[in-house]
């Protein structure tokens, strides 16, 4: 819930700058890492399924050279997993035909040490289809699908991402509900909401300096912490960069991070979009503007307002909005965070330097002029919600769309009934948006809405304990 500044350095970034994305990590990368780590004995190889999670596969150092030469085969299933890490054999793909594989490559730029178990490397990576070409649903090349689109106007991303989360107590009430963290300073549980507090900070400085460090080893530029708006949620800020890919990444590996560092401090950290019925949900705000061929921003005419551009892509965001929902809240939880009044967008609503709005423009510097997406949870996948704020602003751009006037009071008092809030609603938006199957392919929508169609058929079996409660 909390923006942020950027410097105008950050702004002024060429797209004349080649992205650390752009390419594959060659053995001679690997070679030149050991010779500096000499203490690896491991290498992980990483990727991120539909639903954001972290995967891999973990192989001794002997080994290792193998993946920077002949790639790894890896079967093209696990880019469809379900929440639960099963693949429910979405559209015959899976079980049907044989789960065959495809070839991961390790991706330039990715290779470090792994900060919280120092014998361990790791790498991203990326998958080719078997008869070549880049996988058509693995969503950071989804998300380079969308980014073409963009670089065919000569126009260059800078993004970045922005997590909300909770620090829980390992431990759970008697229903399995979670509890707030105990303090480590004081020994009392975390109970007041002191947005901005910086005893709230004080009380996990050890915890937050590890998650600073490891974020630095990782090479992803994190940026402020702030104590949010309920007992034991934060949020941390990364850094803008003019590589949309690179944003993603480093939006994965901040909540795969703060995880582990959790962990070692006898804490759980959780994205999940709304944990606590009382309490606010945790967000996932992405800010981007649009550098041209010379890195002059876009969206910035010297003052507060902004070029007609800027109103165009929020126009193209406002008309996506609906389809890409699926997206930006992936489950059945994420869609009990859109409330009226508690500062999460119920409604397409545009504005400046206004916290109730779905796209935001933040004050500041004109030559940082920028666009705050404040819809996604913190457990959306960061390649899929980028994908589709970059589909929106292109889809703007072209069709010149009008966004009306800006608000200038509480916008999330009034729910707009188009918009679809609940899961099955919001997969047959996206199902059948023509836009966004353009922009991201119809294999792609297809494989993504079964999987989490089956994924949210699944759960449905399941009786609650509510039902008991009330039923039984």
């Not at 099963?86 to 793909?93: F, P, Q, S």
């Not at 998958?127 to 073409?148: H, I, K, Q, S």
């Not at 795969?256 to 994205?271: D, K």
Request: aromatic content about 8%.
């Amino acid at each position: 819930m909390i923006g942020k500044d950027r410097s105008e350095e950050e702004t002024a970034m060429s797209n004349r700058e080649k992205p650390a994305s752009a390419g594959r990590a060659a053995l001679a990368d690997w070679k030149a890492f050991c010779a500096a780590h000499p203490e690896v004995a491991f290498l992980n190889a990483v990727f991120t399924d539909q639903c954001g999670t972290v995967r891999g596969k973990r192989m001794p150092f002997a080994e290792a050279g193998k993946v920077f030469t002949d790639g790894l085969e890896l079967p093209m299933s696990v880019y469809f997993l379900d929440v639960t890490g099963v693949n429910e054999d979405v559209h015959g793909r899976g079980f049907s035909d044989g789960d065959p594989d495809g070839t991961a490559h390790p991706i330039a730029g990715t290779l470090a040490v792994v900060p919280w178990a120092p014998d361990q490397a790791q790498v991203m990576m990326t998958m080719d289809m078997p008869e070549g070409g880049a996988c058509e649903f693995e969503p950071r090349n989804v998300l380079a699908r969308v980014a073409e689109r963009l670089s065919a106007r000569g126009l260059t991303p800078v993004s970045a991402v922005e997590f909300e989360f909770y620090l829980l107590d390992q431990k759970t009430d008697a229903l399995g509900r979670p509890l707030a963290p105990i303090n480590p300073s004081t020994g009392d549980r975390e109970r007041s909401n002191q947005v901005y507090g910086l005893s709230e900070l004080d009380g996990f400085s050890d915890l937050l300096r590890d998650i600073s460090t490891f974020a630095s080893d990782l090479s992803v530029p994190a940026s402020a912490a702030v104590a949010e708006f309920a007992p034991g949620q934060y949020e941390i800020n990364l850094k803008h960069g003019p590589d949309p890919l690179r944003s993603a990444d480093h939006g994965i590996l901040l909540r795969y991070l703060i995880g582990a560092a959790a962990r070692a401090h006898g804490f759980r950290a959780s994205f999940m979009a709304k944990p606590y019925v009382d309490q606010v949900g945790n967000g996932c705000h992405i800010h981007t503007s649009l550098l041209d061929a010379d890195g002059k921003n876009i969206f910035d005419d010297g003052g507060d307002k902004g070029t007609d551009q800027i109103r165009h892509a929020i126009g193209g965001l406002q008309r996506t909005l609906p389809a890409a929902m699926a997206l930006l809240a992936p489950n059945l939880n994420a869609y009990r965070r859109f409330a009226p009044n508690v500062f999460v967008p119920v409604n397409g609503a545009w504005g400046y330097n206004n916290r109730s709005v779905a796209f935001r423009v933040p004050t500041g510097s004109p030559k940082a002029r920028r666009i705050e997406h404040r819809v996604a949870g913190a457990d959306a996948n960061p390649y899929l919600v980028l994908a589709s704020i970059l589909a929106g602003i292109d889809y703007g751009l072209e069709n010149k769309i009008d966004p009306g006037e800006p608000m200038q009071v509480n916008a999330c008092d009034r729910v707009d009934p188009d918009l679809p809030l609940t899961l099955p609603r919001a997969l047959d938006t996206f199902v059948g948006s023509p836009v966004l199957r353009d922009y991201f392919g119809d294999l792609f929508v297809d494989i993504y809405a079964e999987t989490k169609r089956l994924e949210f058929e699944k759960f449905n079996k399941i009786i609650s304990n509510r039902e008991l409660e009330w039923y039984l």
